[in-house]
């Protein structure tokens, strides 16, 4: 990154008594950027966040936001959704934006005016003067969001923020966090949702005890842990070819089937065969595999007890 990183983590550990939350952890999240921090129940990932957030002082290392250390200013600067709930149940939606808009330094009138304009977004306009505890579990969900983004913080660092929500509002929780990226804002999204990182993430670090195990380019880990398979559909007999491993799947008809090709077998290859034996071929995807995939096969190659852990 050739400028300076809203958030730089350089070497940091974080023991508590015997258990070791953290572990020589460095990482880097650009301006702009949508940055998946992913791991097992237990793995670290809260005391990372509280961490950065200042929550946490480390035993070793140092975190700088905004190429410094962190200030009391900076606070103004990071919206924090955590994954439990945090809001004034028995108090009106729209005026309780508009309080942590001013405890986030903003004038009452823009408080306001970007209450209004959250609660329009999130289609809950009708539900500015109900009390937190009348809305839905996913409504509820939504005003949480708004109120992380409420003063457009420069960064914002979101847990699990598709929680409870439908298809229809996780589409428009989706699109927020996208605009918010867009706009040159930082979001760190800290979720158990696969498909949601492979749909909003460019780059992960993944977290086990308290170690890094996986960090850069989602689309380069993917292509370093995917599996060498391809689905094809064709009238060649793929027991006859030496560049096929095995057959991983047929189905039945004329439903295409999943072949693992041989180790140095690349899909071009294997579709130059198919040619050359005269192959009529009407369907060839190389398939990626799933994010949820390599996190599981990660996380058992590195010994993890998903049910166990130490407490993040």
Not at 43 to 51: D, F, H, M, N, V
Not at 102 to 129: I, M, P, V
Not at 264 to 283: C, I, K, N
């Amino acid at each position: 990154m050739t400028q300076v990183p809203p958030i730089r983590v350089e070497h940091v550990a974080k023991r508590f008594d015997k258990i070791v939350a953290l572990d020589d952890v460095s990482l880097e999240i650009g301006e702009g950027e949508i940055f998946g921090l992913l791991g097992p129940n237990g793995a670290g990932k809260t005391t990372l966040i509280r961490t950065i957030l200042d929550i946490i002082k480390p035993d070793a290392g140092r975190v700088q936001l905004f190429g410094r250390a962190f200030q009391p200013a900076d606070r103004d600067r990071i919206g924090y959704l955590p994954e439990e709930r945090g809001l004034y149940q028995r108090q009106p939606v729209g005026a309780t934006l508009a309080y942590l808009g001013l405890l986030k330094s903003l004038s009452r009138a823009d408080a306001r005016r970007r209450t209004a304009e959250w609660l329009e977004r999130f289609d809950l306009t009708s539900a500015a003067s109900m009390k937190l505890e009348q809305l839905s579990k996913g409504n509820q969900q939504k005003v949480q969001i708004a109120a992380t983004l409420l003063a457009t913080p420069a960064i914002a660092i979101l847990d699990e923020p598709l929680s409870g929500l439908d298809p229809v509002s996780a589409r428009i929780a989706n699109t927020v966090i996208r605009d918010y990226a867009a706009a040159g804002r930082t979001v760190v999204l800290s979720t158990h949702q696969m498909a949601l990182v492979e749909a909003l993430c460019s780059r992960v670090f993944m977290i086990t005890r308290g170690r890094r195990v996986l960090y850069g380019n989602l689309r380069d880990i993917k292509r370093e842990y995917s599996t060498n398979t391809i689905r094809v559909s064709s009238t060649a007999d793929y027991h006859g070819c030496p560049l096929v491993a095995r057959i991983v799947e047929r189905r039945s008809g004329d439903e295409p089937v999943d072949l693992e090709l041989a180790a140095t077998t690349t899909a071009d290859e294997f579709l130059a065969w198919l040619v050359a034996h005269g192959a009529s071929v009407s369907h060839f995807e190389r398939l990626s595999t799933p994010l949820e995939d390599i996190f599981v096969r990660v996380v058992e190659s590195a010994g993890e007890d998903l049910a166990v852990g130490a407490p993040a």
